[in-house]
């Protein structure tokens, strides 16, 4: 649900176990991962987090690891990409603390509010922590799905229903029209497109 290739997660994730050995890989990473193979909730929101400041901000992949390592080291923050409300100004990441927006990949400098206006807003945050994730698979594609881990085993569903978009897709293959399945859920056309276009 990142829309990132698999070759490309597998640069960005690394395990807490790896060997000393490999120290220098797990270093480089920018998401922890807690088991070989999978990625937890708050590992897809840190990897969708890192593929819309690679993508819609095209942001330096040094750049995030800074501000990564920054909040880490300095903040005491883990998994800042899922618990920190990043902001950008296309070239630097910045956390706010105490009133003031610290350049987190510039080492801690303090910026100035006013020229920092651009923000990653597909993530839901409640005190500090990422709740929900609503997946970019396009440019300008609504908040119409949403992955949440409290309802529908952290499946995609559509927003506002416990609708997962498998099963819509699912539906459509089998020779549901749109029209039809939109009706039978009472919900828009336009949301099972939504959903089709997820699945």
Known sequence: MTDSPE???????????????????????????PTPGYLSFTNLVEAHVLAAMRREYRLKLDTVRRAVR????????DHPLAREEFK??????FVERLGKLISASGGGQIAIREAIDCRLERVEYKERRALRLFPLLRKGQPKAIVIDPRRAFGQPVLVGTGIPTAVIHERFHAGESIRHLA???????????????AA
């Open 7 to 33: 070759s490309t997660l597998r640069t960005w994730v690394s395990r807490r176990s790896y060997p000393v050995a490999e120290g220098r890989r797990q270093a480089r990473a920018v998401i922890q991962a």
């Open 183 to 197: 009706n039978d859920y009472g919900i828009r056309v336009e949301l099972i497109e939504e959903a089709l276009r």
């Open 88 to 93: 950008t100004d296309g070239v630097d990441l």
């Open 70 to 77: 920054y909040v880490q080291r300095e903040l005491g923050v």
